[in-house]
């Protein structure tokens, strides 16, 4: 087996482990998500949404940016690898403690902004959550760097289950016994609850990690090749971190935007609660970005792995693998952003009844319908900005991320405020976040276009769009199916999207022997 065949086929190995523990991290998500307004209520769930809206944006930064940037240093340190760590470390403290703080002291303004002030208190408990996540992730993004995928996806696995326990279990116990402590904040029990759950959870997973990797060696004198500078390695992140802000605000921006017009309309209205009238039609959205990010969540396991060895292979083994290596990731990217996007497509109202109940799916799926497309591009922009970082282009991804984040904002912003409240204000944010979202997605093939020579091959491109197109039809006439035969009609159509793509040609006989080869060496002891 020559050196390139053994490389695919232990990325290939690395990425089923990554994968499993993304659809692993999907399903708990899934379960998060649903069972908490089950356990709570539609409204405080909304509350909830807004907090995770902004959180989230500065959590993925950190969480990104360590990740690869640790990853990228430690695959370059070769035998330095464990004080490659403890450099890139101490920096990542420092980054935390600054996210950390940023996110408390805004809290206010931010709230004031979202017209809803009981999220302060929870805004605050989650900085602690972003402080922690600044340490565990470099941890996360050594064991990348050193090419230990299983490891990786086990934290991966725990986090997921710990997050869930803590915001769920938390949350219904403040309901049932932490009202006067909410009430000493100015908040909801059941948001304040899933909250301190979050951060409960981060503790734990970052117990586990240290144990695993501990913190390095010490640095040496003189500085071992290959272990950076901390200005020297800030110069490397900080591109990585802006381009990660503006990414992650691209996820956030739609609902963050929205939530403050379905302020202003409850309020307009009247309403007798128009917190709680906002909140929950804010909740219908955020089920309907649920299963419009799922893309993108599920992608993420592929540029993990391309990461690494695009970083290695510009390094050292030329432009034409560089080129192969993107071709084939993006491929592989498209193909399974496709699997996921035809299904949420061809059945939005059935996928958000099933997880949701019949309410929230009616409030929700119209805007699903649109948004899915939207999410679709945006993952693969997320492919197309990974591969630029990737091959050194970080101001590149910086600058056309926040183009892209600008076109979102604005599109929204114009488009919200004319809709009336309720329904049409969610379709009215879906549709201004795919239109923006789309344009993004062409600009971003074009610099990978540049920059690498390839990107997605057009006959790839053009089986999976027929069949996206296809399923976008389908959706406008299916029926929202019970939920015994939901998640059936679902395998179904994931098995009608490969058998179309084995039909055009898509998919042969090189990807199914590569699987099975992979999957026989997995059940080897």
Known sequence: MNEASAEVKRAGRGGLAVLTAKVFFIVTGLVQQTLFPLATSQAAYGALSRVLAVSNILNNVVVSSSTQGVSRTVAAAGANEQQALRATLRVHAVVAVFFAALLAASSPLLAHFQHDPQIVAPLVTMSIVLGIYGVYAPLVGYLNGRGVFTRQAALDMIAATLRTLGLLGMGYAFVKHG???????????????????????????????????????????????????????????????????????????DIFILGRYLSIGAEYNHFTDPSRAANEWLAAYRAAQLFAFLPY??????????????????????????AELVSRGCRVGAIVCGMLVVVVLAMPEALIKFAYGGVIAKQGAPALHYLAL?????????????????????????????????????????????????????????????????????????????????FVPIKTALRVGACVAAAFAAGMYMPAFSRLLTPMIAIAVVFAYFGLLIIMGEIGKNDLALIRSIAARRSKP
């Open 374 to 454: 939207g999410q679709a591009a945006f993952a693969m922009f997320g492919l197309g900005t990974t591969v630029l970082v990737s091959l050194g282009r970080e101001r590149l991804a910086m600058a056309i991320t926040a183009l892209a984040l600008a076109l979102l904002a604005g599109a929204c912003a114009l488009v919200i405020p004319d809709a009336a409240f309720g329904t049409p204000q969610l379709v009215a944010a879906a549709g201004a976040t795919t239109g923006a979202l789309g344009i993004a997605l062409v600009i971003a093939v074009f610099s990978v276009k540049h920059a690498a020579g390839v």
């Open 179 to 253: 009202g006067a402590i909410a009430a000493r904040f100015g908040t909801s029990p059941a948001v304040l609850g899933a909250t301190i759950g979050a951060t409960l959870a981060a503790a734990g997973v970052f117990s586990v990690a240290l144990g695993w990797t501990k913190t390095g060696h010490a640095l040496s004198e003189p500085r071992p090749t290959g272990v950076p500078t901390a200005r020297g390695y800030l110069a490397l992140i900080v591109p990585v971190m802006v381009a990660q802000l503006f990414t992650n605000g691209l996820m956030q921006a």
């Open 297 to 322: 969540q599920l992608l993420f396991s592929v540029t993990q792995i391309l990461f690494p060895m695009l970083a290695r292979a510009r390094a050292s083994q030329g432009d034409a693998r560089v």
